[in-house]
């Protein structure tokens, strides 16, 4: 027994240096791990990238369908000399796509983190915001400078505040005082969905700029863009759906666009669309339509009690059935009987 395990023994010992140095030519280093993990996940990360900020403009005239907008905008920036700016319109149609062009033309890469200032009005709305990050911001004196490529800076700082309509009364008051103060050193850009919920003294200090809903044809061609970049399938049908469920909101059909491309593949149809979006089946709200108009109450009752049993929301059962009646011209003449 001792000379077997004597054998064994020998045999594991005579072995040993060449399983260390098999593990030795086949263990990788550090260095070469890591950028192989690195350069696997690239195709991944890239995958994974929002496309509403992928195809984000760049430039203030690359904005679509905001000619006027674009226009004026496109002088201020050869003069370098904005003014305090207000940017309000329904969600989706350029207007924080617009504040971001005119920051990043101004400053370039090498200037846009010193010299411009994001806050999300919606999270950050109180007046303490107001007192500490952006008056400490806004006080901040800045030089003239000089960008890459030599062109001249502006002297002066950029906050942009994003959902404005949501900061408190409060807070917008306090404002009031920290745009005059450091109007040399300072400009405000705020943007909102309703210029009715800015105060009006912060309003008249502004430069107003009314960004339009988008149009069903700008909004094809620029997914249709998409569409080729990414390699998709989009036919007429769900093409029309995509423009009809988005109400006008480009980032709402490209968010929704994106969605279906990754649960449904390259080939998307009118139902992937309606299924990402979680809107109402037009069959649904066309059918309860018909049903109401027939004048048969029991044959309402069960239309209603099958939405109900489906868990649809009312409201939105409500919304898309005005929205129905005012788009196609025959629902509202035959309501109207």
Known sequence: MRANFGKIHKSGKNKSPNFTQKFSTTQSSPEKSEDEVKRKMAPVLQSSQPWVEKYRPKQVKDVAHQEEVVRVLTNTLETANCPHMLFYGPPGTGKTTTALAIAHQLFGPELYKSRVLELNASDDRGINVVRTKIKTFAAVAVGSGQRRGGY???????????????????????????????????????????ISRIIEPLASRCAKFR?????????????????????????????????SISHGDLRRA????????????????????????GVIPPEVVEGLFAVCRSGDFDLANKEVNNIIAEGYPASLLLSQKIYLMSSRLEYANAWLK
């Open 152 to 194: 001249p800076c502006p002297p002066y700082k950029i906050i942009i505040l994003d959902e404005a309509d949501s900061m408190t009364e409060d807070a917008q008051n306090a404002l009031r005082r920290t745009m005059e103060t450091y109007s040399k050193v300072t400009r405000f850009f705020f943007i909102c969905n309703y």
């Open 211 to 243: 960004f339009k809903p988008l149009s069903e044809e700008v909004m094809s061609s620029r997914v249709l863009h998409i569409c080729n970049e990414e390699g998709l399938n989009l036919d007429a049908e769900a093409l029309s759906t995509l423009s």
């Open 254 to 277: 490209i968010t929704y666009l994106q969605g279906a491309a990754r649960l449904f593949g390259s080939s998307i149809t009118s139902k992937d669309l309606i299924s990402v979006s």
